[in-house]
């Protein structure tokens, strides 16, 4: 060993001994961390399921190849990380002599193929990226970035480190080419080889490079080791136990879609006969109410803006971005931490659990950030606005998007279940739907005994369950099918479709109510049970008898059709829910509907989001569709699971949109613009915000909203009257 080997080994001694140190507590202190969460046993459930779904989604990259060119360079970027550090240590071996190498494998031929190549797809991997990363960078000319608000030095570090040490990957090979140590042939090797011919035959650079490349990675170990919160160079550690906790690994994309998790208090289901808020926590005040998993997901975000640039609130001009709102959170637990760890925090009266002796040592700062409210205004010093908790419509398009499954969505609402059911803090509007749904069952507020007058003017009968021996179908109407006035053309749409394709269905009439989709998502859990456990037992008397398979239900509202089929198992209700259009679209392919005067072209279609993202369903309206009308569909460029918001979910129906331009003018423009002159929907709410925006637009006369059900139906009996234009809806 030379002098200079002599130097080298002592520096990448001494730079990795710091580092490891420094991870090493780094880590234990994020453990610590995510460890003051709530309990979540429902986790560890189904082991077999979540490895194997984790080792898809990251070793297959199945949330990021959708994305195209960069989700091929950054699936090179991981595996050249994953693999190529085997080269980091193996430099640990060439720092000590010229022509070491890894043991056994290290002169194995087709280690050195495999490990040039993936260095190649490296290097033009996150050249890619550094070059997309330029582009969307937030200071550009024009448009909203969705790095705005991420932390771009720590972006730009950590890609410059990985292009550095792929770069010395092949200086190192290139300078034992140069000196004749090069184990490996030309046409294994071939930019290696390369690199070699123009370097210097160097007996000491083989050294001198490995000790930079062991300085340059373990400078990185110990930047991240010194910003926990770095999560754009954390997530590549973080993100296998996140997807591998997420709700649902059997879902095929976004976990957190669908049902909401259901209220919990100490990782058990909240039962509100016997629940008591001085014992028990009715939804999250403080950073440590969430669950270890929600601080798992705060600690695995990588900034990358993916949720941020689908949000309908963000694009629209509100203060909302998924992103920021994660990252606020996390920083906030972070920062509270040391004052959490020595044993502070308010019981759920309010009152400090810690002694003043245990918090005495405590950095002024940590004691501060203690005090912040979560959920409050820059003058009371929130760690949350509630402009920014308000504006989600839970479309659920930061959860489908986010590639390490952040579940942004039960977050909020578990926000929202606090603000409601605690401070009776939410936008005032939305109490008179909270009241109407109390008093009346219905978020409207119209009698009870009006909920079957849709079926006047039908010319067959509509058999009620009780009256008739059998039926096949349940045929959930829904509050809006039942009384608002544009959805009840719908309902009559899909009766005269039914009856004429000979189906058997029944309605619960006035037996039904809410379903309680609206409490549940504004964060009023106490209405939603009320509402849902009447509703379950309504449901299992009228099923009395009948296994699940027979228990069928047709709705065509998908916020119902998510509840009863996501939602109600939570309270004991087991039941097969189709939407109307994947019925419809089954009618039609059996031949029990045929239409015979297909309606005229220049059709497009709206993705309602509680049907498509939440339930994956895309293909049935598009099957009606394709059968009913003349042409083919014109598609929005947001559609399917990236399509945009109609900005009612999340109880938004009910709120007032005060801030930015308005969400369903933002998506009427997109339909307008592809030259369309009907948009098919196939949700209640997005056919009265849709109309709202084109009466808005003063387009009108020009451009109808109609749902798939009433466009198949004119189809299928052209002589049935329509009825003329959709009207207004019954109350407000």
Same mark, same amino acid.
């Given at each position: ?78 595996? $050249? ?15 000590? /002599? ?5 043991? *056994? ?48 030095? #720590? ?58 490349? *062991? ?13 926990? %919160? ?19 690994? =059997? ?12 209220? %919990? ?12 808020? @001085? ?14 998993? $929600? ?16 949000? !309908? ?35 759920? %009266? ?27 205004? =820059?003058?009371?010093?929130?760690? *949350?606005? !509630? ?9 659920? =398009? ?46 409207? $507020? ?44 719908? %309902? ?30 504004? $964060?009023?859990?106490?209405?939603? #049970?009320?509402?849902? #456990? ?7 008397? =009228? ?46 392919? /059996? ?40 042409? @083919? ?84 009996? !052209?002589? #049935? ?12």
């Amino acid at each position: 060993m030379g002098s200079v080997q002599i130097v080298t080994t002592i520096l990448a001694a001494a730079i990795t001994a710091v580092a490891v140190w420094l991870a090493v507590r780094a880590v234990l202190k994020m453990v610590a961390v995510i460890r003051l969460g709530q309990p979540a046993p429902e986790r560890f459930t189904d082991k077999v399921t979540r490895a194997r779904t984790m080792l898809v989604e990251t070793a297959g990259h199945t949330r990021m190849l959708k994305w195209g060119v960069v989700g091929a360079a950054h699936w090179f970027v991981m595996v $050249g990380f994953v693999v190529l550090s085997l080269l980091v240590l193996e430099a640990y071996f060439e720092v000590v /002599t010229t022509d070491g190498g890894l043991p *056994i494998i290290g002169h194995w031929t087709i280690f050195g193929l495999v490990t040039e190549i993936i260095g190649v797809l490296g290097l033009v991997g996150i050249l890619v990226l550094m070059a997309i990363r330029l582009r969307n960078r937030p200071t550009r000319p024009g448009g909203r970035s969705r790095f705005t608000g991420s932390t771009m030095w #720590q972006g730009y570090f950590v890609e410059w480190i990985v292009l550095l040490v792929l770069i010395f990957g092949f200086v190192i090979r290139g300078f034992k080419v140069a000196t004749d140590h090069f184990e490996f042939p030309f046409w294994a090797t071939p930019v290696s080889h390369a690199v070699g011919a123009v370097l210097p035959n160097w007996a000491d650079g083989v050294s001198v490079a490995a000790a930079i490349k *062991i300085i340059i990675s373990m400078t990185w170990l110990i930047v991240i080791s010194l910003n926990v %919160t770095m999560g754009v160079a954390w997530h590549r550690f973080l993100a296998f136990p996140n997807i591998f906790f997420k709700r649902e690994p =059997a879902r095929p994309a976004g976990s957190g879609l669908g049902a909401l998790r259901p209220m %919990t208090s100490q990782g058990k289901p909240l039962d509100f006969e016997e629940a008591d808020p @001085e014992k028990d926590q009715f939804g999250v005040a403080q950073v440590e109410q969430f669950s270890w998993k $929600g601080l798992l997901d705060f600690s695995t975000c990588t900034e990358c803006g993916r949720c941020q640039s689908q949000c !309908p609130a963000w694009n629209t001009g509100k203060p909302l971005s998924p992103k920021l709102l994660i990252l606020s959170l996390r920083d906030h637990a972070y920062a509270k931490a040391p004052y959490l760890l020595a044993g502070g925090g308010k019981d759920l %009266t309010g009152e400090e659990k810690a002694t003043q002796a245990q918090l005495a040592h405590l950095d002024v700062l940590a004691l501060a950030e203690a005090d912040k409210p979560l959920i409050g205004t =820059a003058e009371e010093g929130g760690v *949350i606005d !509630p402009d920014v908790l308000w504006s989600c419509t839970t479309c659920g =398009a930061c959860v489908e998007q986010c590639p390490v499954d952040i579940e942004h969505v039960d977050h909020i609402v578990d926000m929202r279940r606090y603000q409601v059911l605690i401070e009776s803090s939410f936008p005032s509007e939305a109490g008179v739907m909270l009241r109407n749904l109390e008093n009346k069952g219905n978020p409207w $507020g119209a009698p009870q005994n009006t909920r079957e007058d849709w079926t006047k003017g039908l010319d067959f009968e509509v058999p009620r369950v009780g009256e008739v021996d059998d039926f096949e179908y349940l045929f959930w109407v829904g509050c809006a099918g039942a009384f608002e006035d544009r959805a009840k053309k719908t %309902t009559r749409a899909v009766a005269t479709l039914l009856n004429e394709a000979g189906v058997s269905f029944a309605i619960l009439g006035e037996g039904e109510t809410c379903s309680g989709d609206p409490a549940r998502r504004i $964060g009023n859990e106490f209405v939603f #049970q009320m509402l849902a #456990q009447q509703n379950v037992e309504t449901l299992n008397e =009228a099923f009395e008898g009948r296994d699940k398979a027979k228990r069928k239900i047709v709705a065509t509202c998908p916020h119902c059709f998510n509840t009863l089929g996501n939602e109600y198992g939570q309270l004991g209700g087991e039941f097969e829910v189709v939407h109307h259009t994947q019925l419809l679209a089954h009618l039609v392919s /059996t031949g029990k509907l045929t239409p015979v005067q297909p309606v005229d072209g220049g059709v497009t279609y709206h993705d309602p989001c509680y049907l498509g993202r939440h339930n994956r369903v895309f293909a049935a309206p598009r099957e009606v569709l394709g059968d009913a009308i003349e042409g @083919e569909l014109t598609e929005m460029p947001r559609n399917s699971e990236r399509s945009f918001c109609c900005g009612a979910g999340g109880a938004r129906m009910w709120m007032e949109e005060k801030i930015g331009k308005r969400i369903n003018v933002d998506r009427v423009e997109e339909a307008m613009a592809t030259g369309a002159k009907t948009v098919a929907v196939g949700c209640p709410f997005c056919s009265t915000m849709l109309s709202d925006g084109v009466n808005g637009k003063g387009a009108g006369e020009q451009v109808e909203v109609i749902d798939v059900a009433s466009v198949l139906l004119r189809a299928v009996k !052209p002589e #049935q009257p329509q009825g003329g234009k959709e009207t207004a809806p019954v109350g407000s």
